[in-house]
C-alpha cells in the first residue's frame, strides 16, 4: 500500500495528511461532508463559533454512525439467523 500526502481544507484551515493512497478520495469526501454540515449549521442556527459548530457537526455524524452499526448489528443477526435455518433445512435433507 502506498502512503501519499494530501492537504484537507475544513473550515478554512488546511490539514496536511499522510494517508494510503485508496483513503484519499474517502478523506476527500469526508472533509467535503463536514464542511457542508459546517455551513448547514452556521446557517440554520446562526452560530459563528466554529468550536460549537464542530461540536454540533460531531455530535450529528457520531449520532448517525451509531444509529447505523445499530442497523448494521441487527440486519448482520437477521442474515445470520436465516443461514442458520438454511443449514439446519440443508442438513435434513442431505439426511433423507
Not at 484519499?24 to 459563528?48: C, D, H, P
Request: net charge negative.
Amino acid at each position: 500500500m502506498q502512503q501519499i500526502s494530501i492537504e484537507l481544507k475544513i473550515a478554512n484551515r488546511t490539514y496536511p495528511l499522510q494517508i494510503q493512497a485508496e483513503e484519499a478520495e474517502t478523506a476527500r469526501a469526508a472533509a467535503e461532508l463536514i464542511n457542508q454540515k459546517l455551513k448547514v449549521f452556521e446557517e440554520r442556527y446562526g452560530v459563528r463559533d466554529v468550536q460549537d459548530l464542530f461540536a454540533m457537526v460531531s455530535l450529528q455524524i457520531a449520532t448517525q454512525l451509531l444509529e447505523f452499526e445499530k442497523q448494521s448489528k441487527h440486519y448482520h443477526s437477521g442474515i445470520q439467523s436465516r443461514l442458520e435455518m438454511l443449514n439446519t433445512e440443508l442438513d435434513a435433507a442431505l439426511k433423507v
